[in-house]
């Protein structure tokens, strides 16, 4: 059916739904927009791909891709039942491959059929090629050995850690709390739980006792796994003394598995709570049969931020979920047997879960884990990983290509990179300069680069170059993955902009297996943040131009989501960590342009008429932030100003901060509305004048 835009539907007008606080930065079909696009270059299909003549890509030319996902988006049930069937293994099959759509918001995807996610990414490869290895684990030190883990051998270790999990009364459907290290110990964590059916929430470990706490609760963790430090850029991290203050407003945690990740002695352990993993696992044998799940049973849920309110848990099924990580994984990487896989995500990110864990693992690849930082010791980390282990997939971030750019080619040229692919990025929209830099400096020309664009919510790719197929363009995500119908939509009316040269907001017409199926304990709330907004649509919030070759050019988010370093921040949230301090009046926070993470947050803020101005207060409120969300969240410049520009019904305009912080003054628009014009040009003032 064609969809009807959301005001036909006297649901959600979306004119209401757009305008004012919740989505800002609306494009408008503006075909200039396309501008920049229509000028990029095309590159042709990586040398590399074709370079090994035994070696056929997965996807082998345009015409191939194009029948592909034309049939995976005319015949989905056909399409993913067939990739179903050989891409994982069932333990009951399905007969009903799909039911249900995006109107309705109840998608789901082999429904009847049984399986279980640490069979399919451990067990059926421990008994093919036990001896090959499956995980690589390298520390944040070029010096400490690294770890490699056969299949085999993740097979015991993943056991015993569940026979544990099972003792202390955990049963399927039951939620774990992970918090942990980017290690090898946090991929047995996860499987373990995938094991028994255990719903794992991973939190990334940079977050605060706060943001922990508030995550563990919500999803009612029975058990957290940690470790004792963290190890960053030759820094410890206290991980156990977080969790513990965490804990103590957590009382649904009623055992702590605790991994030795540098074993200091001062950790302190509560010994009726806190087990070390070692002791935890010992008494269980290293082999413990896989809980057989139903397709649509939960396998994780993964805590994001969004415009409003608290964080979303968002839930991801076991076979939905898991296909859409193996099927993009061997696609748009283009996986082959001796692959040697590297994503140098954090598992706290969904990027983690899916191609660090769930995609290589599904496809018995060797995976390969990094605890470290790209510039720490020396800003050759990445390549020196490359080089040491001939690796031949590369996945990382804008921010951190940029962060090693400025250390110029030498550190790069100093390593052989030849073994490498396929080169990814993912996380943020990758400028023409760095995705050339990419390109020219670390791919030699010779290897394939794709920018995959996708989200928490899709669980894999959506948009994407696939390697042996798609000429790619620099800042372009390409052309849709199998499964996704994209459309440019019209944000103010809902109406689909056909055609190419067209910008508005990114939708997707119809359910893919991966989509999350709903927020935990708030089905209204999916509802509500992505299909109402545009009936029969999923709503991905991010603003995008399809050029004249219909090539598709991520804009960047159209809601109140900051996207810093690739991490997503809500401005709420940022916000009310800032009022809830005891200086702080009001508080607006933007996303300015940042040379480095893309984004950074700028707070602007008016205190309490207790409080007067100080030099200390900026401090205060940043670690006011720091303490509620964590490091990732801190804001780059925390302005005092004696009030902030609202209209006269009291709405804070922060269409105005965001042009002043992105040093667009003159381009301010109408400020009549404002209850206060004057207040503008002393808030430009303050700003120019860096404290
Ligand atoms: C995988 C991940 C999702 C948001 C998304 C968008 C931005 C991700 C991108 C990209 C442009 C890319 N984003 N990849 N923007 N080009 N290749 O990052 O998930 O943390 O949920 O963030 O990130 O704005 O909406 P998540």
């Given at each position: 059916?064609?969809?009807?835009?959301?005001?036909?539907?006297?649901?959600?007008?979306?004119?209401?739904?757009?305008?004012?606080?919740?989505?800002?930065?609306?494009?408008?079909?503006?075909?200039?927009?396309?501008?920049?696009?229509?000028?990029?270059?095309?590159?042709?299909?990586?040398?590399?791909?074709?370079?090994?003549?035994?070696?056929?890509?997965?996807?082998?030319?345009?015409?191939?891709?194009?029948?592909?996902?034309?049939?995976?988006?005319?015949?989905?049930?056909?399409?993913?039942?067939?990739?179903?069937?050989?891409?994982?293994?069932?333990?009951?099959?399905?007969?009903?491959?799909?039911?249900?759509?995006?109107?309705?918001?109840?998608?789901?995807?082999?429904?009847?059929?049984?399986?279980?996610?640490?069979?399919?990414?451990?067990?059926?490869?421990?008994?093919?090629?036990?001896?090959?290895?499956?995980?690589?684990?390298e520390?944040d030190h070029p010096d400490?050995?690294?770890?490699?883990?056969?299949?085999?051998?993740?097979?015991?270790?993943?056991?015993?850690?569940?026979?544990?999990?099972?003792?202390?009364?955990?049963?399927?459907?039951?939620?774990?709390?992970?918090?942990?290290?980017?290690?090898?110990?946090?991929?047995?964590?996860?499987?373990?739980?995938?094991?028994?059916?255990?719903?794992?929430?991973?939190?990334?470990?940079?977050?605060?006792?706060?943001?922990?706490?508030?995550?563990?609760?919500?999803?009612?963790?029975?058990?957290?796994?940690?470790?004792?430090?963290?190890?960053?850029a030759?820094?410890?991290?206290?991980?156990?003394?977080?969790?513990?203050?965490?804990?103590?407003?957590?009382?649904?945690?009623?055992?702590?598995?605790?991994?030795?990740?540098?074993?200091?002695?001062?950790?302190?352990?509560?010994?009726?709570?806190?087990?070390?993993?070692?002791?935890?696992?010992?008494?269980?044998?290293?082999?413990?049969?896989?809980?057989?799940?139903?397709?649509?049973?939960?396998?994780?849920?993964?805590?994001?931020?969004?415009?409003?309110?608290?964080?979303?848990?968002?839930?991801?099924?076991?076979?939905?979920?898991?296909?859409?990580?193996?099927?993009?994984?061997?696609?748009?990487?283009?996986?082959?047997?001796?692959?040697?896989?590297?994503?140098v995500?954090?598992?706290?990110?969904?990027?983690?879960?899916?191609?660090?864990?769930?995609?290589?693992?599904?496809?018995?690849?060797?995976?390969?884990?990094f605890?470290g930082v790209p510039t720490w010791p020396e800003p050759d980390m990445y390549w020196r990983l490359i080089q040491k282990?001939?690796l031949?997939?590369f996945?990382t971030?804008?921010?951190a290509l940029?962060a090693l750019r400025k250390f110029g080619d030498e550190p790069v040229k100093k390593y052989d990179l030849?073994?490498?692919?396929?080169?990814?990025?993912?996380?943020?929209?990758?400028?023409?300069?760095?995705?050339?830099?990419?390109?020219?400096v670390v791919?030699?020309?010779?290897?394939?680069?794709?920018?995959?664009?996708?989200?928490?919510?899709?669980?894999?790719?959506?948009?994407?170059?696939?390697?042996?197929?798609?000429?790619?363009?620099?800042?372009?995500?390409?052309?849709?993955?199998?499964?996704?119908?994209?459309?440019?939509?019209?944000?103010?009316?809902?109406?689909?902009?056909?055609?190419?040269?067209?910008?508005?907001?990114?939708?997707?017409?119809?359910?893919?297996?991966?989509?999350?199926?709903?927020?935990?304990?708030?089905?209204?709330?999916?509802?509500?943040?992505?299909?109402?907004?545009?009936?029969?649509?999923?709503?991905?919030?991010?603003?995008?131009?399809?050029?004249?070759?219909?090539?598709?050019?991520?804009?960047?988010?159209?809601?109140?989501?900051?996207?810093?370093?690739?991490?997503?921040?809500?401005?709420?949230?940022?916000?009310?960590?800032?009022?809830?301090?005891?200086?702080?009046?009001?508080?607006?926070?933007?996303?300015?342009?940042?040379?480095?993470?893309?984004?950074?947050?700028?707070?602007?803020?008016?205190?309490?008429?207790?409080?007067?101005?100080?030099?200390?207060?900026?401090?205060?409120?940043?670690?006011?932030?720091?303490?509620?969300?964590?490091?990732?969240?801190?804001?780059?410049?925390?302005?005092?100003?004696?009030?902030?520009?609202?209209?006269?019904?009291?709405?804070?305009?922060?269409?105005?901060?965001?042009?002043?912080?992105?040093?667009?003054?003159?381009?301010?628009?109408?400020?009549?509305?404002?209850?206060?014009?004057?207040?503008?040009?002393?808030?430009?003032?303050?700003?120019?004048?860096?404290?």
């Amino acid at each position: 059916p064609v969809a009807q835009p959301a005001s036909a539907t006297g649901e959600h007008p979306p004119g209401a739904a757009l305008v004012g606080t919740k989505y800002v930065k609306v494009p408008k079909n503006d075909p200039s927009q396309a501008k920049e696009a229509n000028d990029a270059p095309k590159f042709p299909i990586a040398p590399r791909m074709t370079a090994d003549k035994g070696r056929v890509p997965h996807v082998a030319s345009t015409q191939q891709y194009l029948e592909m996902w034309q049939r995976s988006v005319d015949k989905p049930a056909e399409f993913f039942a067939e990739q179903a069937r050989e891409l994982l293994s069932w333990m009951t099959p399905f007969s009903v491959a799909h039911h249900g759509d995006l109107h309705h918001g109840d998608a789901s995807w082999f429904l009847d059929g049984t399986l279980n996610a640490s069979y399919i990414c451990v067990d059926r490869h421990a008994f093919a090629t036990p001896d090959k290895v499956a995980i690589i684990y390298e520390a944040d030190h070029p010096d400490r050995p690294h770890v490699e883990i056969t299949y085999r051998e993740l097979l015991r270790q993943v056991c015993q850690l569940a026979g544990a999990l099972h003792a202390q009364g955990l049963r399927k459907g039951d939620a774990v709390g992970i918090y942990l290290p980017n290690t090898a110990h946090a991929v047995v964590a996860m499987l373990a739980c995938a094991r028994l059916g255990l719903v794992h929430s991973v939190i990334f470990a940079g977050f605060s006792a706060e943001a922990l706490r508030d995550r563990l609760r919500d999803c009612q963790c029975k058990v957290l796994i940690t470790a004792d430090q963290g190890m960053r850029a030759g820094k410890e991290i206290n991980i156990k003394s977080i969790a513990d203050e965490a804990l103590r407003e957590a009382p649904m945690v009623q055992k702590v598995i605790v991994h030795k990740r540098t074993g200091n002695p001062n950790v302190k352990m509560d010994p009726t709570r806190d087990i070390y993993w070692d002791e935890a696992v010992k008494s269980h044998r290293p082999y413990c049969p896989p809980v057989p799940m139903a397709a649509e049973d939960p396998l994780f849920m993964l805590y994001t931020s969004g415009s409003t309110g608290k964080p979303k848990g968002l839930m991801h099924t076991t076979a939905g979920y898991l296909l859409g990580a193996a099927l993009s994984t061997k696609y748009v990487f283009d996986v082959h047997e001796g692959d040697k896989f590297a994503c140098v995500a954090d598992v706290g990110w969904i990027t983690g879960h899916s191609y660090i864990v769930y995609g290589p693992l599904a496809l018995g690849t060797t995976t390969l884990v990094f605890e470290g930082v790209p510039t720490w010791p020396e800003p050759d980390m990445y390549w020196r990983l490359i080089q040491k282990h001939k690796l031949t997939q590369f996945y990382t971030s804008p921010t951190a290509l940029r962060a090693l750019r400025k250390f110029g080619d030498e550190p790069v040229k100093k390593y052989d990179l030849t073994s490498v692919r396929v080169l990814g990025s993912v996380g943020e929209p990758i400028d023409p300069n760095t995705w050339m830099w990419l390109h020219d400096v670390v791919g030699k020309g010779e290897a394939a680069i794709v920018d995959t664009y996708w989200q928490t919510e899709t669980g894999a790719h959506v948009l994407t170059p696939l390697p042996g197929a798609i000429e790619t363009k620099p800042g372009s995500a390409t052309v849709p993955f199998f499964g996704v119908r994209p459309a440019i939509l019209d944000p103010q009316t809902g109406e689909e902009l056909e055609g190419n040269d067209v910008s508005g907001v990114l939708a997707f017409k119809q359910a893919w297996p991966s989509m999350a199926r709903t927020v935990f304990g708030d089905h209204d709330r999916y509802l509500e943040t992505y299909v109402r907004p545009y009936p029969g649509y999923y709503f991905t919030g991010d603003g995008c131009t399809r050029d004249h070759d219909g090539y598709l050019w991520i804009k960047g988010r159209v809601d109140d989501v900051i996207n810093n370093a690739g991490h997503r921040l809500s401005v709420a949230e940022i916000e009310s960590a800032l009022t809830a301090h005891e200086t702080c009046a009001e508080a607006a926070v933007v996303g300015a342009p940042d040379e480095i993470a893309g984004q950074c947050v700028i707070a602007f803020v008016t205190l309490k008429h207790t409080h007067i101005p100080t030099s200390e207060i900026p401090a205060l409120l940043t670690y006011a932030v720091r303490r509620s969300i964590g490091p990732i969240a801190t804001p780059k410049r925390i302005i005092i100003v004696p009030d902030l520009p609202k209209t006269r019904s009291g709405k804070v305009m922060r269409r105005i901060l965001r042009k002043i912080v992105a040093n667009e003054t003159d381009s301010l628009g109408d400020l009549s509305t404002l209850s206060d014009p004057s207040v503008v040009q002393t808030i430009i003032d303050l700003h120019n004048n860096k404290q």
